[in-house]
């Protein structure tokens, strides 16, 4: 994305006052921020249903063009990626959402469109129950799901311990913050903030000097479920902010995962009332997690793998599986329809030869629709 367009994007979003469904409607009807300045003056024509108060405050652009140069200054020291809604980088699943921010600030090396994103929270005061909860169920999805993206917050309880495990079990992880990357809040998670950049990142929609409100915390959970297919709730009171991320998943047609406690346990309380009403299904590990996804092809995939299965010994490759497999041995990682296009196949048929690959452990699906040839 250009620089133009992340900047006229960051003052946009001033100007808004951060409300994301009134950002994202003028965004997408005239393509860009740039569009938007262009056309400050006659927004009322273009948009006949944009508030007045919106209308308004679109004219005068001045401070808030300063704030986006200083803000271009930060990212730019600081080697932060600003995603704009149209940045193919944009995380996909959130770019779904109809509140998602049209531009987020991100720090890290993962790819933020992993095949695989589950979000884990729970309550700050989590439990010797918790906290071994999260331990077993990442190290078990790691030997049955190689390759998933933990996220979480960042905060005390549940989400510290998702990010550290997820660290300790050689799985990215990032943390959605709900202030700046000019700081990391609370101070104490600093080290492994640090660690998150390079084994995965840092994310936000705040700029620089934004305080860690209340508020912001509400609205940073909808981006923890918004990039994520599944959120899986460890620990929660009766109220608490891992339910309201349990909520919007929901709301956003994710699946949603609780682990059930003690009854009558004040931080399991939450979890058994999302079960009981049928809003979370019940999990007791990573198991019943992936079977649920329908997640069992990456296991069937690492056991395969695990035993030093290899092309040569699948001699019930048939003749169309073979061609794909020849195919992707010269030029490896194609996407479905150009591989359709190479072997004159419809992409009906291509994708139902690939998943059987996938099965016998000969190909691994990435983001994008592309497939990815193992052990080439």
């Excluded at 005390?156 to 079990?169: K, N, P, T, V, W």
């Excluded at 009906?348 to 990435?366: D, H, Q, R, S, Y």
């Amino acid at each position: 994305m250009s620089s133009e367009e992340i900047f006229y994007t960051i003052a946009f979003t001033r100007l808004t006052g951060f409300n994301s469904q009134t950002a994202q409607l003028l965004y997408r009807e005239l393509g860009s921020a740039k569009a938007i300045y262009d056309h400050r003056s006659d927004i009322a024509d273009i948009i006949p249903d944009c508030s007045p108060r919106v209308v308004e405050s679109l004219r005068n652009w001045d401070d808030a063009m300063k704030r986006a140069t200083a803000e271009m200054t930060f990212i730019g020291q600081h080697k932060i990626q600003a995603l704009t809604l149209n940045d193919p980088a944009y995380p996909r699943r959130l770019a779904d959402c109809p509140d998602a921010p049209i531009i987020i600030y991100y720090r890290g090396t993962t790819d933020l469109n992993q095949q695989r994103v589950i979000n884990m929270v729970g309550t700050r005061r989590c439990t010797t129950y918790g906290q071994d909860l999260v331990r077993r169920f990442i190290t078990q999805l790691k030997v049955l799901c190689p390759q998933v993206l933990i996220v979480s917050g960042l905060a005390y309880g549940i989400d510290i311990c998702a990010h550290r495990q997820a660290l300790a079990s050689g799985y990215d992880t990032v943390g959605v913050l709900a202030h700046g990357l000019d700081t990391i809040y609370p101070a104490p998670h600093r080290q492994t903030a640090t660690e998150m950049v390079c084994h995965g990142g840092l994310l936000t929609e705040y700029v620089t000097q934004t305080e860690p409100m209340a508020n912001n915390f509400r609205q940073r959970n909808r981006i923890v479920a918004g990039v994520s297919d599944a959120t899986i709730v460890v620990e929660s009171a009766a109220k608490g902010g891992a339910l309201i991320t349990a909520r919007i998943a929901q709301d956003y047609g994710r699946d949603v995962f609780a682990f059930p406690g003690p009854v009558g346990a004040p931080y399991s309380e939450g979890c058994n009332n999302l079960i009981r009403d049928n809003r979370a299904a019940l999990i007791s590990s990573a198991d019943d997690f992936v079977a649920a996804m329908g997640w069992q092809v990456d296991a069937q995939r690492e056991k395969a793998k695990a035993v030093g299965i290899e092309r040569h010994l699948f001699p019930n490759l048939s003749p169309d599986e073979q061609a794909i497999v020849n195919l992707l041995s010269t030029n490896n990682d194609l996407q479905l329809n150009v591989i359709s296009v190479h072997l004159n196949k419809p992409i009906g048929a291509i994708t139902a030869l690939l998943f059987n690959l996938e099965m016998k452990g000969v190909v691994k699906p990435l983001a994008g629709g592309t497939y990815h040839l193992l052990m080439a």
